[in-house]
């Protein structure tokens, strides 16, 4: 008879928000997430300091925002930084329906570098930024698993700003 503590657990299902189970921060929230589970933010606007994911907990993992209407939930900047959201190296990662705004004051929106096959930006937009809004540095898919980039927008006011920048360092 197989031990059932031995099995993963189902993955979690987080919310972001003022429900009676929700966290009222994405940062609370990639605290208590493990790999493959789902963060869902139905705020409209959360504020927070510089995100980063964990290649090994947030493998699998999905950040959604679910707002009436179908809207993206903001996820907004605490303060200056260089870089709002870190992705290092994670597999599998998916963020959806999410605007990320820099409020002028952050260097990148989202920062994507080392493999991470499967990523998916899907409905992600990114403002407010001063040097680039979506950076991908040595970032690289995997073998049937690529980066992919679906319906993202990024707002550039100045001429010193980049939507997207790639960097490839001894390509």
């Not at 303060?79 to 605007?99: H, M, R, T």
């Amino acid at each position: 008879k197989p031990d059932p503590t031995s099995r993963p657990a189902d993955p979690a299902r987080i919310g972001v928000g003022d429900g009676e189970h929700a966290v009222r921060t994405l940062h609370e929230a990639l605290s208590k997430a493990g790999p493959g589970d789902t963060v869902v933010v139905t705020k409209s606007r959360v504020i927070s300091p510089k995100l980063r994911l964990d290649r090994k907990r947030h493998k699998g993992l999905t950040i959604v925002g679910e707002l009436p209407g179908g809207k993206p939930a903001v996820v907004e900047a605490l303060g200056s930084l260089d870089v709002l959201l870190d992705i290092e190296s994670a597999e599998g990662v998916q963020l959806k329906n999410l605007e990320f705004d820099g409020k002028g004051v952050v260097g990148v929106g989202v920062q994507v570098s080392g493999v991470c096959p499967g990523l998916t930006l899907e409905n992600v937009s990114v403002r407010g930024i001063r040097t680039a809004g979506v950076r991908f540095a040595n970032a690289a898919g995997g073998e049937g698993k690529p980066i992919l980039c679906d319906r993202g927008r990024v707002q550039v006011i100045a001429a010193n700003q980049t939507a997207v920048l790639v960097e490839a360092v001894n390509a």
